[in-house]
């Protein structure tokens, strides 16, 4: 068996006849004969089941009450490893082992890597209590979940890297998250707005501030800033057809009503953030596209003129947003929103938090206090009572540090700084939709990457799940790319159906 790796460039040519060739079935080899190559290697029915899985669990897991308890977890470790069994099946009928070299993965296994060493009897004179084992975590049955836990979001996104090899393919995954994301905002609303209290209407949870599956309606605005980014991105890239941009604009105005229904003001100025990176970074994707005309208001003298019209295209949907949050919900929508904010501690108690957590970092620099291990290690520097007990830093980045200290936070930064050096690469495509996808999928994950700051949502399995599907959209290389022959096939195919309706 040999190893079918996809190269992290875009593809310099034309592949329309290479995707025609691997869509037929391929003959039996004969005894010896050498293996096809990478770019030659058949589709399998196990590879469209791997994409099957991959869609379903973008849905379920967020279904799930975006999987955060144990059964719903069990499930979805289980369907981690159905993807790699089916992975296997691929490899042997094709003879070739498919994997990516797509470095984003690397980081993953590196934090995988620290886990199993805080699993090793290192930690002796540590200032471990008496009878404890020596482990370098303080949490060694946690740190052991959360290793599975990330050995399973690793699968799906190396999975997503590795089988995610045709424009048609990229096209299935892309509309089941938008499409999934407007349902979930138009469920979200109407529970919202008949029982707020009960998700699916039957269970209230307690001690909790639930809106639509989430029983966190933080994490809940989380997911929504991953998946409105999509279609604005197509939007802002010049990807879509002039008569569905209304369509596309409504489902992220949903989306966005949604999210600030939810009252969250992290996923507030995230979505700002996210609408500002779009009117920046747009302008450059669709100048700097090789091969390509100047669309209409970019050419030469016209680049203020193009900017200022992407900025009223931001206002409007902002403009939008909130008006439609007020026809929603009132002025009690607002009000609320603005104020919940406590003048003498407008972060909601996460100062104390964050204090606690950079103690833990400081006696812990290193490798952390253990992957999972927070809420067993916080509780010797909770100053509080103690009424309750806090499972999760409320920042994702004081978290990394404190968990896998120093080198678990380097990870996550080499994961981020690759992922926007590889994402603008791939917005330089000619594919116009493979441009609003690597746009959007980068907007969502920059936005969610701001509401790291202020929360944990990316400690959700749901999101996390979407933020690495993302993550691998905005990334993969250039087998996703339609050939120019086909793009301007599509184009005339346009042209045809709209001068036949206009007849």
């Known amino acids: 068996m040999t190893i079918s790796t996809s190269n992290a460039q875009p593809a310099a ?256 100025l995230s979505m700002m953030a996210e609408v500002f990176f779009l009117v920046l970074v747009a302008g450059a994707v669709r100048r700097r596209a090789r091969g390509e005309e100047p669309a209409e208001g970019e050419a030469r003298g016209g680049r203020v003129r193009a900017l200022a019209a992407r900025l009223g295209v931001a206002f409007a949907l902002v403009l939008a947003i909130f008006v439609g949050v007020l026809y929603f919900g009132g002025e009690d929508a607002v009000s609320r929103l603005f104020g919940t904010v406590n003048a003498e501690d407008p972060t909601t108690g996460r100062a104390h938090f964050w204090r606690g957590t950079w103690q833990m970092i400081k006696d812990r620099p290193v490798l952390g206090a253990g992957l999972g291990a927070f809420a067993a290690a916080y509780t010797a520097y909770d100053t509080s009572s103690g009424s309750y007990r806090l499972e999760q830093a409320h920042n994702d980045y004081l978290q990394i540090l404190s968990d896998a200290g120093v080198v678990g936070g380097l990870l996550g930064l080499v994961f981020v700084a690759a992922l926007f050096r590889m994402a603008v690469a791939r917005m330089q495509s000619h594919d116009r939709f493979r441009r609003g996808v690597a746009l959007g999928a980068l907007a969502g994950c920059a936005g969610v990457l701001v509401h790291s700051f202020f929360d944990f949502t990316l400690h959700t399995t749901a999101n996390a799940l979407l933020f690495l599907v993302l993550a691998a959209l905005a990334t993969v290389n250039g087998r996703v790319e339609e050939a120019e022959t086909t793009r301007r096939r599509r184009r005339r195919a346009g042209d045809h159906e709209r001068g036949r309706i206009a007849a």
Not at 74 to 91: E, H
Not at 94 to 115: D, E, H, K, M, Y
């Open 13 to 268: 040519t034309p592949r329309a006849e290479a995707l025609a060739a691997a869509e037929a079935p391929a003959p039996p080899a004969p005894a010896g004969a050498p293996r096809p190559a990478a770019a030659e290697v058949p589709r399998t029915v196990w590879s469209r089941f791997i994409i099957l899985l991959l869609c379903l669990a973008v849905v379920m897991t967020t279904l799930a009450f975006g999987t955060v308890h144990a059964w719903a977890l069990a499930l979805f470790q289980l369907s981690a490893a159905a993807v790699v069994a089916l992975w296997m099946m691929d490899a042997w009928r094709t003879g070739a082992l498919r994997v990516s070299r797509n470095p984003l993965q690397l980081p993953l296994a590196g934090l995988i890597a620290v886990g199993l060493v805080q699993l090793l009897p290192l930690g002796a004179g540590a200032g471990l209590p008496a009878g404890s084992e020596p482990l370098l975590t303080l949490d060694p049955h946690a740190t052991r979940y959360a290793l599975v836990q990330l050995a399973s979001l690793t699968v799906f996104f190396a999975a997503a890297l590795a089988f995610l090899d045709s424009p048609r393919r990229l096209r299935v995954v892309v509309r089941t998250v938008i499409i999934f994301g407007f349902l979930l905002a138009l469920y979200g609303l109407m529970q919202h707005f008949v029982n707020p209290a009960a998700i699916y209407f039957v269970r209230e949870p307690k001690q909790a501030a639930p809106f639509g599956p989430y029983i966190n309606r933080h994490h809940f605005a989380g997911y929504m800033e991953l998946t409105l980014a999509l279609p604005l991105g197509l939007i802002f890239a010049g990807a879509v057809a002039r008569e569905r941009v209304p369509l596309y604009a409504f489902a992220s105005g949903i989306m966005g009503v949604a999210l600030v229904m939810t009252n969250s003001r992290g996923g507030m």
